[in-house]
């Protein structure tokens, strides 16, 4: 759904280790969160978000350390709205060494072996819509998956003139020809940004199809629900 007259929206938000865990790189390769874990991601925002001193007593009894962390950004984020310059500056520190760290992250993928197949048949099921951990774990690794998901149709809604219309498209049918006219997929890595691409290649060029960027749903960059925001890049 999306609010503009053509916006087909993000095409998919998905789990955040989905990459690894999906096998499109080869080899025990660490996840986002593995990595995050190793930079002690936790304990550095912990040590921005307490050079905040004025929170509310009933932030800071909070024992559990996750929930405190998400409450004291959420703080933050509402002054912030309210013109705070502290708290301003404090989430933009966040979401500034957050985007170096997931920058780094990007650059150690970019070093590993890749599993053309596996980037393959990720890049199909997103475009057909399978998105849950789930369904992308039960159907990757099937050599039949793709007959099994080919009859699926993605309908489109769109707002214009206050009116919703709504609009049908075979993927399964986009797909068949799509996947013929490519002879290899990869992944690239754009230099100092926080996303990749898978592009496919056709006669030696390269064509970008999906643009995956690494993301936090919640409160602000690097405190909340970190996920991956998957955007179709195919001109139609």
Known sequence: MSDTKAGIGTKANISQNALTENDLFSGNVKSWSEFRE??????????????????????????NSTLRREEKGRYLRGLKK?????????????????????????????????????IKRFFILMILGVHTVEALKGLIKNDNFFQE??????????????RVIVRREDTGSR??????????????????VSHCKIIGIKN?????????????????????TPCLNIFDLITR
């Open 175 to 192: 797909m068949k020809g799509m996947i013929e006219n490519f002879s290899s997929f990869k992944i690239v890595f754009p230099d100092n």
């Open 38 to 63: 190793d930079k002690k991601h936790e304990a550095w925002v912990d040590s921005y978000l307490n050079s905040f001193l004025k929170y509310p007593k009933k932030i800071l009894k909070i024992t």
């Open 82 to 118: 309210k013109g705070s310059k502290q708290a301003t500056e404090i989430l933009s520190r966040i979401r500034e060494k957050d985007r170096i760290e997931k920058i780094e992250y990007l650059n150690y993928l970019k070093e590993q072996k890749q599993q053309e197949e596996m």
């Open 149 to 162: 998901a080919e009859n699926l149709f993605v309908y489109y809604s769109n707002v214009s003139r206050g």
């Open 204 to 224: 030696g060029d390269e064509h970008p199809l999906l643009q995956i960027v690494f993301h936090w749903k919640n409160i602000a960059q690097g405190i909340k």
